[in-house]
């Protein structure tokens, strides 16, 4: 009788030594403490931008050489010049470029939005066809034939905020490419693409640019540092830590509810069925 | 029958392990002898031809269960990590599920046994009596009917003052015509989030900010959706002509439907999006709804520049923003509200 | 009769653990009079089906919503007032959140085992919420609501209701973001009711939107506690009910409108139901561990100003989001003084239509069958009934299309096409597809009705060849699943029961397995010898001992 509770002893011994160990291991890692203390408002960067006259000399970019612009040319004439004009002065099928400025182009270019493969459709990333090098000729080009416009944004996430990033995305960019980046549909089939492919510098292009439908925030709006904070915040919303397990597409209730409904209640009405109907003798 | 392989101690010996005395030899609970014709009901059977194989996956379930809670146990001690705890909780719990489930369909006796329904009414004589017994005390009740109207006061009253302080003591802020206004007044900077006010050159064409009226950062009434959607002014709708100095259009970012902020501008189009339920409105005349469910234009902020730079209202909105309310009339929408007339 | 507890004066070594229950038995026997009832419980019949397991998913569901969030309440702070966060995950640090929310994230990213608790707590929401619809369903096709359980299937409905109602609450208390998108179209909604609504929302959210900061307790104190409660005295109404008034059954050999045929409740049922609430239980251990579900700490603290795209509700509320999404742009202007503002229509009428039809479907349907003159024990096959079955799976397909159109953004992106376009396709398809769902369930259900077989399962025949080559096709064994060859249905007998015979002792006394040869195996082409009776595929209980 007594060897008959020595097992269940032992492993009863044996789960609440576990147990204890949990308290004898490391303590629960701390907890955000409540804290009152008053701390510079979110976005307080933006004030050094408040009254620029001229956005575009001073917000930070990187220099295109302008020597590349003789490679330049005959890309632009092969590749764009059919919808942009040999001069890039647009035509019918495609607007002019001159004085959009390096960082439009390079946007446009860098992405693989241009070419375009269907005129008409909202452009969408593609391979690009072109080197880093053609790439920069091809805007070195464009800007040698007139100034003006948004420079390549010079990122530098460094010492950005990620926290500050998350708080400007929040307000400035979730509406359209919701709080997660994964993007969404807009009206009249525009939508919102989404940000996980895109380089820090693409990113801070298409906030200074406002390519297609998305409005431009210029240094007026988000001064340069917010423009780091948010390329960082991009950057890690592109691999977020999940830590509660698969991210199901950051899309939210809608794929929540689709696996609520159809895999877990499946599996559980499949367990159900497993139960309810009466034994056979094929077991 | 085999009437000497009775072991009482085979009932509480529930773990169907294959190795101990399960194999011992035919034993039951049941005592030998005389429960011949009992015993041999087939619908007393288990229902498979081998329980063997099926011990050995129940107890199999067990053991499983047990080392995954276990595993779950030591997990949980050397810090927890949200994957490892949810497969092994999982793992044991379904463990003990599948096996007692198991257990029970196949090493169980399934019947079919019946039962007879019982008659869910009573009798007529039940009822009768029932008519009797309620009688008796309806005319006790009925004879001092003064007192039963009485007590109906009392109870009617209190029921009445019971229910006060679950609407009174909730009714702080009346809603008066709270919804009819919001805190911009003649004059208000419009400012951003931080509180840094706006100036006329900081939006570029083709660029939208969320500002607020001085002092009221993050009000949720008065946010509004500054569009700079030209350099030159624009006329949205008649007798707007002033309204929209360098270009810059105002209009409260409360959907007209049900509240949503409407942030999302196209500036191709021109279009603003509810993301809520997708109402589209054209902002160059007026914000007017053109898809969706949104039934109203949404309300446009006068707005001035009065040469120092700064962008300013030049009166609260014109009605009342945001989604409709009972009381919200017409007499709201088209006279101008008296607060923003007399500043 | 009854006698006094005997035990220690025995003088056996050691009670076994059948006698220490008799003993605790008899000790409660002495002062509630328990064994009667307990002995009709015990013997208590259940049929089996799969389908009557539906509402246990639900029941189970519930049961580890409260373990899950009595764990969640230890750590949930109900405040909405404002603290700067410097918790451990970085992209939130030095932003003003509420407690609410920073209590939340701190649950998920902190609390050992938080994360699973918080996961499994909301998967169970989700889960709770669609087995009561599909439970509701079964009940409506097999015409389990109509007398005499119409009281049951109504106090039913009101859990539905309360079940949706909790769940969202329950959505919004963590205060990020997303949530706070749904409640600020709560408050618009609120605020389109006639009369009441300005007032009935400024005294819940004590103000207008985003009100005083009372919300978020208020609504604690009602998800953590006056819902619940309501829900489980309901439950129990419930279950008493269902009790008392006995299981419905399908229609079938032996069944009949006076009796009960199935297993019984103990030991069979007990193990069976427990067994299932530890599988639902695994399932959303599993669920909440491997699938991130609502990742607040991404979608940051609400601030009414900011707003996300693809904010939908949780599945149980899209029906009325996707109703707000394509109802056109209606408003009632009354006498220029009043208004009947636009998610009044789609947010107040359609559930109130919906769940008042529902209520009174059992009076509706039994003023046109005249049916309510007899109670109704045995469950339709839904396609006996046409009608009903026609009604109710165009009804159903309405809810669903509503259900669909609440994520018009997310599918317009994911298919690429033109939001618009999806949108006029919900407003089109709503009202029309259910109409020809609802007909082509109708003439569907004629049809299978007029051929009696069909989707019964066959009887399967084996193909036998002979020693000189033939083939002969016979007819296989009778499964015990078939049905056909059970034993006829019969009362517990008496002796056995009050042997307790059958408790935890199955499959102990099988003499071993050099006699399954004896059971014929289909393929087996010795399955031309008559067709044998259950018994043969079966150990019996007290096998005839064959080596003894």
């Not at chain 2, 599948?98 to 019946?114: R, S």
Request: with cysteine.
């Amino acid at each position: 009788m007594r060897n008959r509770l020595l097992l269940p002893a032992a492993l009863v011994a044996f789960v609440v030594a576990v147990g204890l160990l949990s308290f004898a291991g490391s303590p629960t890692p701390a907890r955000a403490q409540p804290s009152t203390a008053p701390t510079t408002t979110p976005g307080g960067a933006a004030s050094t931008s408040t009254s620029v006259a001229n956005p575009s000399t001073t917000s930070s970019t990187l220099p295109v050489p302008a020597a590349l612009s003789s490679v330049g040319q005959p890309l632009f004439v092969n590749n764009c010049s059919s919808c942009h004009g040999l001069n890039a002065e647009g035509t019918n099928r495609g607007p002019n470029l001159v004085g959009l400025g390096a960082g439009t182009v390079d946007f446009w270019v860098s992405t693989g939005r241009m070419p375009l493969a269907y005129p008409g459709a909202q452009a969408v990333r593609k391979p690009v066809l072109f080197s880093r090098p053609q790439q920069l000729a091809i805007v070195s080009y464009v800007t040698s034939l007139g100034a003006g416009g948004p420079g390549i944004p010079a990122v530098n996430t460094q010492s950005a905020s990620e926290s500050n990033g998350n708080d400007v995305f929040g307000l400035n960019c979730a509406g359209c490419h919701v709080i997660t980046g994964v993007g969404d549909a807009l009206a009249n089939s525009a939508f919102a693409p989404s940000l996980y492919q895109a380089s820090p510098t693409q990113i801070a292009e298409a906030i200074r640019t406002g390519p297609g439908n998305m409005p431009r925030f210029g240094p007026g709006t988000l001064s340069d540092q917010e423009v780091n904070d948010v390329v960082r915040y991009v950057t890690y919303l592109q691999h977020p830590a999940n830590p509660g397990g698969e991210g199901l597409g950051h899309v939210g209730p809608v794929t929540e509810g689709f696996l609520a409904i159809v895999v877990g209640l499946g599996v559980l009405i499949l367990a159900a069925y497993w139960i309810g109907i009466r034994a056979g003798a094929s077991t | 029958m085999s009437p000497g392989g009775e072991d009482e101690s085979g009932s509480d010996h529930v773990s169907s392990g294959d190795g101990g005395g399960g194999t011992a030899g035919p034993g039951g609970t049941g005592s030998g002898g005389g429960t011949a014709t009992a015993v041999e009901d087939l619908r007393l059977e288990i229902p498979v031809e081998r329980p063997r194989r099926i011990e050995r996956f129940v107890a199999l379930c067990f053991v499983v269960s047990v080392l995954a809670t276990i595993g779950l146990a030591i997990t949980y001690s050397l810090g927890g990590q949200n994957q490892a705890e949810g497969a092994l909780l999982g793992v044991g719990l379904a463990g003990i599920g599948i096996g007692v489930a198991g257990w029970g369909k196949y090493l169980m006796p399934q019947g079919p046994f019946v039962e007879d329904r019982h008659e869910l009414p009573t009798t007529e004589q039940d009822k009768r009596a029932f008519g009797a017994s309620f009688s008796r005390g309806k005319v006790a009740v009925e004879r001092r009917g003064f007192l039963g109207k009485l007590l109906g006061a009392a109870i009617g009253v209190f029921s009445i003052v019971g229910i006060f302080p679950f609407l009174r003591s909730l009714y702080n802020p009346r809603p008066g015509n709270a919804l009819d206004f919001t805190q911009f007044r003649r004059g208000s900077r419009l400012v951003r989030i931080d509180g840094h006010p706006v100036t006329a050159d900081d939006v570029e064409v083709g660029g939208v900010l969320t500002v607020f009226p001085e002092g009221h950062e993050g009000d949720a009434v008065s946010q509004t959706l500054l569009i700079r959607a030209s350099s030159v002014p624009i006329t949205t709708l008649p007798g707007r002509e002033t309204w929209s100095p360098h270009g810059y259009l105002a209009y409260s970012k409360l959907c007209t439907h049900a509240g949503c902020p409407v942030s999302l501008y196209q500036q191709q189009v021109q279009q603003l999006l509810c993301p809520c339920h997708q109402s589209v409105f054209t902002i160059l005349n007026g914000a007017r709804p053109i898809f969706g469910p949104a039934p109203r234009l949404l309300p446009q902020l006068p707005i001035m520049e009065n040469g120092d730079g700064f962008l300013r209202a030049q009166s609260d909105y014109q009605e009342p923003v945001g989604p409709g309310y009972w009381e919200r009339n017409t007499s709201t929408t088209l006279n101008p509200p008296k607060k923003a007339a007399g500043q | 009769m009854i006698k006094r507890p005997t035990m220690k004066s025995r003088d056996e070594p050691r009670p076994s653990i059948e006698d220490r229950t008799i003993e605790g038995a008899r000790w409660l026997d002495d002062r509630f009079g328990i064994a009667r009832f307990g002995r009709t419980t015990l013997n208590k019949i259940f049929p089996d089906h799969w389908s009557f397991l539906l509402g246990e998913i639900a029941m189970y569901s519930f049961v580890i919503l409260i373990i899950t969030g009595i764990f969640l309440t230890l750590f949930f702070v109900p405040s909405t007032h404002e603290v700067i966060y410097n918790g451990s995950y970085v992209p939130l640090r030095g932003q003003r959140v509420s407690e609410a929310y920073q209590s939340t994230v701190d649950i998920s990213l902190n609390v050992r085992a938080g994360m699973v608790m918080r996961q499994m707590h909301h998967w169970a929401a989700d889960i709770f919420a669609a087995a009561v619809v599909v439970h509701l369903c079964r009940i409506f096709f097999t015409g389990a609501f109509r007398r005499p359980r119409e009281l049951n299937y109504m106090i039913g409905l009101t859990m539905l209701i309360m079940v949706i109602i909790n769940g969202f609450i329950g959505y919004s208390l963590p205060d990020d973001q997303i949530s706070g998108a749904g409640l600020r179209i709560a408050f618009s909604i609120f605020l389109s009711l006639p009369i009441i609504g300005t007032w009935g929302a400024f005294l819940l959210w004590g103000g207008n939107f985003p009100g005083n900061g009372d919300i978020i307790p208020r609504f604690y104190s009602l998800h953590i506690l006056i819902i619940p409660a309501v829900i489980a005295i309901l439950l129990a109404a419930h279950l008493g009910i269902m009790w008392h008034q006995k299981h419905t059954d399908f229609p079938g050999k032996g069944k009949t409108n006076r009796t009960v045929v199935g297993s019984s409740f103990w030991p069979t049922y007990v193990a069976k139901t427990t067994g299932y609430f530890f599988i639902i239980f695994a399932g959303l251990a599993l669920l909440g561990g491997l699938f991130q579900i609502n990742p607040i700490w991404l979608y940051g603290s609400y601030q009414p100003f900011k707003v996300s795209y693809a904010v939908q509700p949780d599945w149980y509320m899209g029906w009325l989001d996707g109703a707000l999404r394509i109802m056109p742009a209606w408003e009632t202007q009354f006498a220029s003084r009043y208004l009947i503002s636009a998610p009044f229509y789609p947010a107040v009428l359609l559930p109130g239509l919906t769940f008042g039809i529902l209520y009174a479907w059992p009076f509706i349907e039994a003023r046109f069958t005249k049916e309510n003159r007899m109670e109704h024990h045995l469950l339709d096959r839904p396609r006996d009934r046409p009608v009903r079955t026609g009604l109710g799976v165009g009804v159903l397909s309405f809810y669903v299309m509503l259900f669909l159109a609440s994520s018009t953004d997310v599918l317009a992106n994911t298919l690429k096409v033109s939001l618009n376009g999806v949108l006029w396709t919900f407003r089109i398809g709503t009202p029309t597809i259910p109409i020809v769902v609802g007909l082509a369930t109708y003439q569907i259900c004629k049809e299978l009705s007029r051929a009696p077989s069909a989707g019964l399962r066959k009887r399967s025949a084996v193909v036998v060849r002979s020693t000189e080559g033939g083939y002969t096709t016979v007819p296989a064994d009778i499964r015990p699943g078939d049905r056909e060859g059970e034993p006829p249905p019969e009362a517990l007998p008496e002796e056995a029961v009050g042997r307790g015979v059958g408790v935890g002792t199955g499959g102990r006394e099988e003499p071993g397995e050099e006699e399954v040869g004896v059971a014929p195996v289909r393929s087996d082409a010795t399955a031309v010898k008559p067709p044998r009776r259950f018994s043969g595929l079966l150990r019996p209980w007290h096998g005839p001992a064959s080596g003894g």
